[in-house]
């Protein structure tokens, strides 16, 4: 209301100034309108100022203007605006300045009135343009109270604004309240059902208790764990009585004994096992619980017990313990176990150990093998299963060390035992056959064979380059002990030799078999002849003297080749004695003289009719024989045979000489072996054995001799042999013996000295016709005294005599005594010992029991010295032997013989017969 | 008449033959080597020879091999005196194309048949 009024006066007051300006002309204030229009202004109650808007001089003010500031309207028109301005002094200025500048025309300030009042206006100004220049006039409007109220209307406004806002405020807080409450509640809500999920979910029984020990929850777990159907059952009752009221055995648990009741009444956690809850339907079961205490401002308000029914684990524990235990035992079982297993252990280390040994043993055994089958002298290949080469010999590598500087490589490098294929094989194998016949079908077969660990294959190969000679293969599959099969292996050997030398067999049996089968055809044939068909006596005179002599011929060749084979074999016994070699010579001589009238035979002795040989008569009668033969036989026109026997180096040599068809030079030496003759024209018709140069060989060589010829061929030839001879220049046998046997002895003093008496009693008897006179004692030490009190001639000594001496220690005594050295003693003894003999230079030793006529020939030998025989002999072991046999003979036992230098020496009897006379080489 | 040459340098068997030949009334020519059996065959065309086997000179097969691989004297029999028992000659005997064989010893009456029954063939 209050608003519109003042609206009102506005727009009066707009109205006036409007009519006022646009009506006043410049004369200032037109007094008609203007004064009109003045007294509109004088008395109009509206405040009215009119200010000069470059100064802000008061100009103009009307009644109401004076009424309202307080002042007159001299004092306002005296005054500035500014002055009316409540502002601080700089600020208005300032503020008049601006609202000027700014045109403003409606503006609000604060005028102080005269009184200092403030006071709020409002003001509208217009401008006029009068004579004056631009005025403004002001409408001042009062507006204090407006403002005021306006303010109070506003506080009010404002307050209740305020409340308003306040009680919005509240309710919506209210409200915010009611919804975070009911959200609150949605929560908690929410969290007790999650709080009874997880109290339901739980396996445990959980119950919460107040103070009194009432149930105040419990979950699911603890209904089905006790029984109970519902919650309402437990609510509020008192659970130490309704489940925990009795011991397991029956016997009343009270509360001051129930630990819950214990911990929570002093607020401690508990957990108890072992002891029972009871069922709603009174049966036990052994529990597991905790109880918490509720603690609120360090109140205890109650507790919250959780259990389980721990049956089953009471069972599982049970089984666990027994399970347990029963581990308990495996592991002794174990532990027992190991112990027995260390000790396992130990005895395999031994073993090992062994093994290890064995090993080495094994190595060596190997090495020694090996070193067998390389020197076995064939070429030894091994192939395994695979057919690949395992081992080469040396001895192969030997026999093809011909190869090429590759091949060597291949052997040197081990090629072929590296290869992994059977490529090194077939190359191997091709090699091997370089220069062999036939040597592609030997390559397949071989290959083949690598392959195959059965079959035995074996094969002559003949070599022609770059060597010539004869191979033997074979190859057989290796099976071990087992028999299993590990491979196969390959021999290769030269069987040049061997060949020549069957060779050489098949052709003496052909020979000899024709030799034998062409006189038994003519002595068959003949005799047939003779008996089947009618001839004429010449021809029977003829046929049965070719028969005769055919008989003989194929007798002396069966004679002359088991002859030969005799000597060959070294089964031929040569009746060897002194000879007369010459005298063997002239037999031939007279043997052949007489067979052919063309040849002269000149025998040539030089002196040497009484040249000595040590040999078979009969045999040395036969080579001479032959020579001679040959001689005449291969000298068919005649001519001079001569035969010498000279000696030369302790050699006798016989030379028989022809003149005949001589021998080519290529024959040498052939000409001695079986059946050979020399093959010419000339020679088909000379007959003969063609033994006989071989027999004579045979026969020359085993008297120690040597046999030959030179020849030139179509002039001669000469053939020779030598044998050692006896010398017979400085064979002096000077024997001076005496034949005890057949003289007495000397009388003679001899010793016995002998333990037995019996033995003592038989000696004597034995020589009681022998001479001698005997003394006799039982000891060695007596015997010695006595010895040096008689002069003995000889002394019987027994080995074992009582006392401390032995038969030996007397007869050291009495060697050592020079009364008694050249005393021969005979040694009776039960034992043999006769190495001693001669060391001990002892005349005989008898061994017990021994005959009489023993021990008197030893006796009279004894008694009758020395033999004194001298003789220079040949070293030849068999002229020994006959010397033995010889002096035997004679009585003269030898004792040993022995070479020295150039000297023998025979020792007999006691004495060594030191041979004086020449000395010989 | 039928000419029979013998060769042999056995004298003794040589002289068995040509008796035994004898009787069967042959002409016989003798000779002791190959080389003169050969000459002999070449020259008098026999109608039989036999050789011996172990011959100075030339062996009894060489001749045998000589006459029989000759077109002029393949014509001519030949006859081998072989060593009883040994295949080898028996084998020789046959490589030298010998027509017959025999073995030693043989007895006279058998060589007589077997010459008659070489011979007899050609009639």
């Known amino acids: 209301m209050k608003i519109a009024i003042k609206t009102g006066k506005i727009f009066i007051g707009l109205f006036l100034l409007g009519f006022l300006l646009t009506s006043a002309p410049q004369t200032g204030y037109a007094h008609a309108e203007s004064i009109d229009c003045y007294e509109i202004f004088e008395e109009h109650g509206t405040i009215l100022l009119v200010v000069d808007p470059l100064t802000g001089n008061i100009l103009h003010v009307n009644q109401a203007a004076a009424g309202f500031y307080g002042y007159t309207v001299e004092q306002l028109e005296a005054m500035k605006i500014q002055s009316l301005i409540a502002l601080p002094v700089g600020e208005v200025e300032a503020v008049f300045r601006e609202i000027m500048e700014q045109d403003r025309h409606n503006f609000i300030l604060e005028h102080r009135l005269a009184n200092n009042e403030i006071r709020t206006v409002e003001i509208n100004s217009y401008p006029y343009t009068g004579e004056k220049g631009t005025m403004l006039v002001a409408i001042v409007n009062d507006i204090t109270n407006r403002v005021l109220l306006e303010k109070k209307e506003a506080t009010l406004i404002g307050i209740l604004f305020a409340i308003v806002i306040l009680l919005l405020a509240i309710s919506l807080l209210f409200f915010n309240n009611i919804k975070k409450q009911q959200k609150q509640n949605k929560e908690i809500q929410s969290i007790k059902e999650d709080l009874h999920l997880i109290l339901d979910s739980a396996a445990e029984g959980i119950y919460g208790l107040d103070t009194d020990g009432n149930c105040t929850f419990c979950n699911a777990s603890c209904l089905k764990i006790l029984g109970y159907a519902d919650e309402k059952e437990l609510l509020g009752k008192n659970m130490h009585w309704q489940i925990h009221y009795q011991k397991e055995d029956g016997s009343p648990l009270a509360l001051e004994d129930c630990h819950i009741f214990k911990a929570f009444s002093h607020g401690e956690d508990v957990h108890i096992e072992g002891e029972v809850f009871w069922r709603a339907d009174g049966t036990a079961?052994?529990?597991?619980?905790?109880?918490?205490?509720?603690?609120?401002?360090?109140?205890?308000?109650?507790?919250?017990?959780?259990?389980?029914?721990?049956?089953?684990?009471?069972?599982?524990?049970?089984?666990?313990?027994?399970?347990?235990?029963?581990?308990?035992?495996?592991?002794?079982?174990?532990?027992?176990?190991?112990?027995?297993?260390?000790?396992?252990?130990?005895?395999?280390?031994?073993?090992?150990?062994?093994?290890?040994?064995?090993?080495?043993?094994?190595?060596?055994?190997?090495?020694?093998?090996?070193?067998?089958?390389?020197?076995?002298?064939?070429?030894?290949?091994?192939?395994?299963?695979?057919?690949?080469?395992?081992?080469?010999?040396?001895?192969?590598?030997?026999?093809?060390?011909?190869?090429?500087?590759?091949?060597?490589?291949?052997?040197?490098?081990?090629?072929?035992?590296?290869?992994?294929?059977?490529?090194?094989?077939?190359?191997?194998?091709?090699?091997?056959?370089?220069?062999?016949?036939?040597?592609?079908?030997?390559?397949?077969?071989?290959?083949?064979?690598?392959?195959?660990?059965?079959?035995?294959?074996?094969?002559?190969?003949?070599?022609?380059?770059?060597?010539?000679?004869?191979?033997?293969?074979?190859?057989?599959p290796c099976i071990s002990a087992g028999g299993k099969v590990f491979g196969r292996v390959m021999v290769v050997r030269d069987v040049s030799h061997q060949k020549e030398v069957d060779r050489l067999k098949l052709e003496l049996i052909s020979t000899v078999s024709h030799e034998l089968r062409t006189p038994m055809s003519s002595i068959m044939g003949f005799s047939e002849l003779l008996l089947t068909r009618e001839l004429p006596q010449e021809s029977h005179q003829e046929f049965l003297s070719i028969i005769n002599s055919e008989s003989k011929r194929l007798t002396n060749l069966i004679n002359d080749f088991l002859d030969i084979q005799k000597m060959e074999s070294g089964k031929a016994e040569f009746e060897k004695e002194d000879n007369l070699l010459a005298e063997i010579i002239q037999e031939a001589i007279r043997i052949f003289g007489n067979i052919s009238g063309k040849h002269k035979i000149v025998f040539n002795l030089n002196n040497n009719d009484s040249l000595r040989v040590f040999c078979d008569r009969d045999k040395i009668l036969q080579v001479v024989s032959n020579f001679l033969s040959n001689a005449i036989k291969y000298s068919p026109a005649g001519g001079d045979i001569k035969i010498d026997l000279t000696v030369a180096d302790e050699k006798a040599h016989v030379s028989v000489t022809d003149q005949g068809l001589g021998i080519p030079k290529e024959a040498g030496d052939k000409v001695f072996s079986k059946f050979y003759r020399v093959n010419n024209d000339e020679r088909r018709r000379i007959g003969g054995t063609g033994l006989g140069l071989a027999i004579s060989k045979e026969i020359i060589e085993a008297h120690g001799g040597e046999i030959g010829f030179t020849s030139t061929y179509g002039q001669g030839s000469s053939f020779y042999f030598s044998l050692p001879t006896l010398d017979s220049g400085s064979r002096e046998v000077e024997t001076v013996k005496e034949d005890f046997d057949v003289y007495a002895t000397d009388q003679g003093l001899v010793l016995i000295v002998e333990d037995d008496a019996a033995m003592v009693k038989l000696i004597k008897e034995i020589l009681k016709d022998e001479n001698v006179e005997m003394h006799s004692i039982d000891n060695g030490e007596e015997a010695i005294q006595l010895a040096n009190k008689y002069g003995y001639n000889l002394f019987i000594l027994d080995i074992f005599l009582k006392g401390q001496l032995n038969g030996w220690d007397v007869l050291k005594r009495l060697k050592g005594n020079p009364a008694t050295v050249d005393t021969p003693i005979i040694i009776s003894s039960a034992y043999e010992n006769k190495k001693d003999i001669f060391k001990a230079d002892i005349s005989d030793y008898l061994v017990k029991p021994f005959e009489s006529e023993q021990l008197i020939k030893v006796v009279r030998k004894a008694l009758n010295g020395m033999l004194k025989a001298k003789m220079v002999l040949n070293s030849d072991e068999q002229l020994i032997e006959y010397l033995f046999a010889v002096l035997k003979d004679k009585g003269i036992e030898v004792r040993s013989i022995e070479h020295s230098g150039n000297m023998l020496m025979i020792t007999l009897n006691e004495e060594e017969g030191l041979l004086n006379g020449k000395e010989t080489d | 008449m039928r000419t029979i040459l013998v060769a042999d340098d056995e004298r003794a068997l040589k002289m068995l033959i040509v008796e035994t030949l004898k009787i069967g009334n042959y002409n016989i020519l003798e000779v002791d080597n190959g080389l003169d059996a050969l000459e002999l065959a070449g020259r008098e065309k026999p109608d039989l020879a036999i050789l011996d086997v172990m011959m100075p000179g030339l062996t009894g097969y060489e001749v045998c091999k000589q006459i029989k691989t000759d077109p002029g004297l393949k014509q001519i029999k030949v006859l081998i005196l072989t060593a009883k028992g040994q295949q080898a000659d028996k084998e020789a005997a046959k490589l030298a194309l010998a027509d017959y064989y025999i073995s030693k010893p043989f007895s006279p009456m058998e060589l007589l048949l077997k010459v008659e029954e070489i011979l007899g063939d050609d009639k």
């Open chain 1, 285 to 476: 079961f052994p529990a597991a619980y905790y109880s918490h205490p509720q603690i609120q401002d360090g109140k205890i308000v109650g507790a919250v017990v959780t259990f389980a029914d721990i049956t089953e684990r009471k069972e599982a524990e049970k089984e666990l313990l027994t399970a347990y235990e029963e581990l308990e035992a495996i592991n002794l079982q174990l532990t027992e176990q190991q112990y027995s297993l260390e000790e396992q252990n130990a005895v395999i280390e031994e073993l090992n150990a062994q093994l290890e040994e064995e090993n080495e043993k094994y190595l060596e055994q190997r090495e020694t093998l090996q070193a067998i089958v390389d020197s076995l002298g064939g070429g030894v290949v091994m192939f395994d299963l695979a057919g690949r080469i395992t081992f080469i010999n040396e001895a192969w590598k030997d026999l093809f060390n011909y190869y090429d500087y590759d091949q060597d490589d291949y052997l040197e490098d081990n090629f072929y035992l590296k290869n992994e294929t059977s490529f090194g094989t077939e190359l191997f194998i091709r090699n091997m056959l370089t220069g062999i016949e036939g040597k592609d079908e030997v390559f397949s077969k071989l290959v083949e064979l690598t392959k195959d660990m059965n079959s035995r294959y074996a094969v002559d190969l003949e070599q022609l380059s770059p060597i010539k000679r004869f191979l033997s293969l074979y190859s057989n």
